[in-house]
């Protein structure tokens, strides 16, 4: 079992910029990678981005990309999203995700262990 409690929601401003954390506990060697998601009301949750733990490669969704970064701090077993020139249509429950291995990065069917959740509100 992996255990992950994201933290760094908020509300902010169209233009500003935010940063989530992802803490992970457990059996977290047997992590490949972890990986970030959002749900907006009335939509389905979606793919934002993800990290290798090892090598730390790097996968964006196209909307992001260019804005916000993924990274990890291995010691730590922690993972950041940062978030930046933020957009209303971020607004959106963002979740950490932990896969164990390399399939289906972009769906919800790569991950076998999600956080609780963190709300995004982004105002124009």
């Known amino acids: 079992q992996v255990q992950l409690v994201e933290s760094g929601g908020g509300v902010v401003q169209a233009g500003d910029s935010l940063g989530l954390s992802c803490a992970a506990s457990?059996?977290?060697?047997?992590?490949?990678?972890m990986g970030w998601f959002r749900q907006a009301p009335g939509k389905e949750r979606e793919f934002v981005a993800r990290?290798?733990?090892?090598?730390?490669?790097?996968n964006y969704a196209d909307s992001v990309k260019g804005r916000f970064t993924v990274s990890r701090d291995n010691a730590k077993n922690t993972g950041h999203l940062q978030m930046n020139s933020l957009r209303p249509e971020d607004t959106a429950v963002y979740y950490c995700?932990?896969?164990?291995?390399?399939?289906?990065?972009?769906?919800?069917?790569?991950?076998?262990?999600w956080g609780q959740g963190t709300q995004v509100s982004v105002s124009s």
């Open positions: 995700a932990a896969a164990t291995g390399p399939s289906d990065y972009m769906s919800e069917r790569g991950y076998h262990y």
């Open positions: 457990g059996r977290t060697f047997s992590s490949f990678a």
């Open positions: 990290i290798t733990w090892y090598y730390g490669r790097t």
